[in-house]
């Protein structure tokens, strides 16, 4: 292959994800075969228009990523790549720097510089001689360069759109990707691969509901994986259904502790779990991104395999939203709310007293490790300014390390997730490079820090019942009572010194408890009001933002998963709606609750985290 001018380029692509027409050729990322050391990113896909590839290295660049790309005549073509500066918010300075090699010859010139938006950077011209050419992604600092597709062009005066309609139309033509037919067998679609809906899916497999399970990364356990690494809190095994939360004794890690070695989240034990069961069928990266609604009820979810852009539909009875920002309500059109309710909405004393968007934030944890030699990392000059008042002298990040409350936890993700990597490599390179007593790190290597934000709050799916402050700390019980919720109201609120050291835009959190009562959560609030065969478990329920500081907790919401998966299981021997099972068939769902579905013989091994001394429920 022959280079003109500037050269070419970013990013690397396998066949499945190549598109081509008489003079243009669309590469995906994402679609890579060999990533070497470059991960997917798919947090922002909805807001941003597709995975990505990054580089994470934590400051050591990455192995390249490699794809053949195909050509279906030779000449010559514009490149172009889709990519940001995601430093540029905060520096002139780019951190995360890449060049594309072709057939192993660097083209010259530096990616991921320019924008602090995603868009098409102009590569130079390129000339094919051959109709297959090797194509690397070779990262430079390890300080998560990113690109998102390439675009080469024979047309003179042809250009890439970037809207995400325009850049969806143009995968429809140059990656026409065939949708596959309806998963027409299945009783029950969770979707949401962490604590709660593997709970739910299991929970359901185990009565004799046939579960499909869409899990958007590669891993089961949300932020309890080993790509977010908080362990699971609040307690399992309370009255009035002591029998609830076996299942996730039986799944949940033997460890506890946030930001650990990786083994400590034990993620094959879950994803083991899963597979047992004949009547799951797991559908991991696959991204639920489209509903299609008939009426009042959800008719097919439609899923995106994240690295090939392959399109499931999904059709069952009923659908169960555990995906933590309640996406497929929102797709469907269920009532949600967001932010903070004001204190006379619901009367509760801790709402503050006009209503606006703060919510708990994302954290990115991290840790060092200690070595029998010293280590280096880069004296960065794109971070945050920092001195020794403003460094933290740790060697370990927890869930307190949290960015964006205040911002919009969905169409900000990105953003809120990388100010989190930019405060962690600022403050690691001040200590191992400026700092006072610098020698205390000298051979502290970074080891780990998340790439996948762990979010606390987002959108919260309304139900026929709205659990409030009042329900907890009265408290008011309510016949349709399920799983209990045992933590305090864990509200996070931005730290005053951090927020004020740091002109407003904190990294640090604090954290306001209130006591409650062991409280069963009503079952009202695990189903949406107005989409009929609609459930969920997990953060996104019907619930109020002070509300939330207690059934967030991940036990909890795997106590929830269990329920909602009984629940489908009744919904499908009588076939009814969930609604109707708080109409007419509780008494059902009270008899598999007292029962359980765990394995009740294991030894219970969740008794970390558990939280604080109780309230005594008033009998």
């Not at 997917?40 to 590839?53: A, F, K, N, R, T």
Request: hydrophobic content about 35%; some cysteine.
């Amino acid at each position: 292959m022959k280079l003109l001018g500037i050269s070419i380029l970013s990013l690397l692509i396998s066949h499945a994800g190549l598109g081509q027409s008489e003079s243009s050729v669309l590469v995906e990322t994402e679609s890579f075969k060999d990533k070497g050391g470059w991960v997917i990113d798919q947090q922002s896909m909805d807001v941003m228009g597709s995975p990505y590839l990054m580089a994470h290295g934590m400051g050591t660049p990455v192995a390249n990523a490699t794809t053949t790309v195909s050509f279906a005549k030779k000449g010559t073509y514009r490149v172009f790549v889709r990519t940001r500066n995601w430093t540029a918010p905060w520096s002139d300075e780019a951190a995360g720097k890449f060049q594309i090699l072709v057939d192993g010859e660097n083209l010259g010139q530096d990616f991921g510089i320019r924008s602090k938006d995603w868009s098409w950077v102009e590569g130079g011209i390129v000339e094919v001689t051959k109709l297959k050419v090797e194509v690397s992604l070779h990262d430079l600092t390890g300080f998560n360069g990113r690109c998102d597709a390439l675009y080469f062009t024979s047309k003179r005066n042809d250009s890439p759109p970037n809207t995400v309609k325009g850049l969806e139309q143009l995968r429809g033509v140059l990656l026409p990707v065939e949708k596959e037919p309806s998963e027409n067998s299945f009783d029950f679609v969770v979707i949401g691969g962490g604590m709660a809906g593997t709970c739910a899916a299991i929970s359901a497999a185990r009565l004799g509901v046939k579960v499909a399970l869409i899990q958007n990364r590669p891993l089961l356990g949300g932020n309890n994986s080993s790509e977010v690494r908080v362990h699971l809190g609040a307690r399992i095994n309370l009255e009035p259904y002591p029998a609830l939360g076996n299942l996730v004794n039986e799944i949940g890690p033997t460890q506890g502790g946030n930001a650990q070695p990786k083994d400590y989240y034990e993620d094959d034990k879950k994803l083991q779990a899963v597979l047992n069961e004949p009547n799951i069928s797991l559908f991991l990266n696959y991204h639920a991104n489209e509903v299609q609604v008939e009426g009042k009820r959800i008719a097919n979810v439609v899923a995106q395999n994240l690295e090939t852009g392959m399109r499931k539909f999904f059709s069952a009875p009923l659908f169960a939203d555990c995906t933590g920002d309640g996406t497929i309500g929102y797709l469907a059109g269920a009532e949600y709310m967001s932010g903070r309710e004001s204190r006379s909405t619901f009367n509760e004393p801790t709402a503050p007293e006009k209503e606006d968007n703060l919510t708990m934030g994302l954290s990115v944890q991290w840790f060092s490790q200690a070595m029998d030699r010293s280590v280096d990392f880069p004296d960065i000059g794109w971070g945050l300014p920092w001195n020794d008042e403003k460094a933290f002298a740790i060697k370990r990040g927890d869930w307190d390390w949290e960015t964006g409350m205040g911002k919009d936890m969905i169409n900000e993700t990105e953003f809120i997730r990388d100010y989190g990597l930019l405060v962690v490599y600022s403050n690691w390179s001040y200590l191992k490079n400026h700092y006072n007593n610098r020698q205390e790190f000298k051979n502290e290597a970074l080891k780990w820090v998340a790439y996948i934000g762990g979010k606390r709050e987002s959108r919260r799916l309304v139900g026929d019942y709205i659990l409030t402050e009042n329900d907890l700390t009265e408290p008011n019980l309510k016949p349709d009572g399920t799983a209990p919720t045992s933590w305090t109201i864990d509200l996070h609120y931005p730290d005053p010194e951090n927020l004020e050291k740091f002109e407003g835009e904190a990294f640090r959190s604090i954290a306001k408890h209130i006591t409650i009562y062991p409280y069963p959560i009503p079952f009202r609030c695990l189903y949406s009001k107005n989409i009929e065969n609609l459930m969920m478990a997990g953060r996104d329920i019907s619930v109020t933002h002070v509300a939330l500081g207690t059934v967030r907790l991940m036990r909890t919401g795997g106590m929830m998963g269990e329920v909602v998966g009984m629940a489908a299981s009744i919904c499908k021997a009588q076939q009814v709606q969930p609604r109707d099972i708080y109409l007419n068939h509780f008494s059902q769902l009270e008899r598999l609750m007292r029962k359980g579905i765990g394995d009740a013989s294991l030894p219970h091994t969740q008794d970390y985290n558990e939280g604080g001394t109780l309230m005594k429920t008033n009998k």
